[in-house]
T-cell receptor, first 111, second 115 residues
Framework: AQSVTQLGSHVSVSEGALVLLRCNYSSSVPPYLFWYVQYPNQGLQLLLKYTSAATLVKGINGFEAEFKKSETSFHLTKPSAHMSDAAEYFCAVSRGTALIFGKGTTLSVSS | GAGVSQSPSNKVTEKGKDVELRCDPISGHTALYWYRQSLGQGLEFLIYFQGNSAPDKSGLPSDRFSAERTGGSVSTLTIQRTQQEDSAVYLC?????????????FGPGTRLTVT
């Protein structure tokens, strides 16, 4: 069965600092992996997805993630945080139809 | 183009009452999903529809929950005899197909409060 673990329920960074949000997955088959962002009182928006085409995936708003099969990881990074990046981030794995989500990581950005 | 829409945006109901939540998917999307987001449980899959196939109801927490999709488009999630633990945000999503690589587009959600 697929599952996702997000390490750290809350991450705080300064504006301009590196953002690193961790995600580890468990899957018996090659997975489809996603990162979604949720701003307050809004639905989820796709940041990027891994579908086995390339291990380094670039998404919107300067985010990227690297699929590492040996580590079963799909960590999300951004070189320089912006105040507008403050939100909740969810890693998800597709079980073929529905998405299985991690518990989420809240990113805070301070000036 | 128009995204996924959900109504109402907020719903307050008394324990024991029935509620209906509506989802309008993106036009042309054949797959539709319902999820529930709550503080204690995070984001949970509830039910999924693909075209005219029988829905996957494996995520529904009890038989008080049901959903239908009419004409392959609009979907309604019904919760009967609501309980306080049903309080959550109910999110609807749609995608072009149910194949796992297709992006799911989410609506803004319906916040349900059971008093």
């Amino acid at each position: 069965a697929q599952s996702v673990t997000q390490l750290g329920s809350h991450v705080s960074v300064s504006e301009g600092a590196l953002v690193l949000l961790r995600c580890n997955y468990s899957s018996s088959v090659p997975p489809y992996l996603f990162w979604y962002v949720q701003y307050p009182n809004q639905g989820l928006q796709l940041l990027l997805k891994y579908t086995s085409a390339a291990t380094l995936v670039k998404g919107i708003n300067g985010f990227e993630a690297e699929f590492k099969k040996s580590e079963t990881s799909f960590h999300l990074t951004k070189p320089s945080a912006h105040m507008s990046d403050a939100a909740e981030y969810f890693c998800a794995v597709s079980r073929g139809t529905a998405l299985i989500f991690g518990k989420g990581t809240t990113l805070s950005v301070s000036s | 183009g128009a995204g996924v829409s959900q109504s109402p945006s907020n719903k307050v109901t008394e324990k024991g009452k029935d509620v209906e939540l509506r989802c309008d998917p993106i036009s042309g999307h054949t797959a539709l999903y319902w999820y529930r987001q709550s503080l204690g449980q995070g984001l949970e899959f509830l039910i999924y529809f693909q075209g005219n196939s029988a829905p996957d109801k494996s995520g529904l927490p009890s038989d008080r929950f049901s959903a239908e999709r009419t004409g392959g488009s609009v979907s309604t999630l019904t919760i009967q005899r609501t309980q306080q633990e049903d309080s959550a945000v109910y999110l609807c999503a749609s995608s072009l197909s149910s194949t796992g690589s297709y992006e799911q587009y989410f609506g803004p959600g319906t916040r349900l409060t059971v008093t």
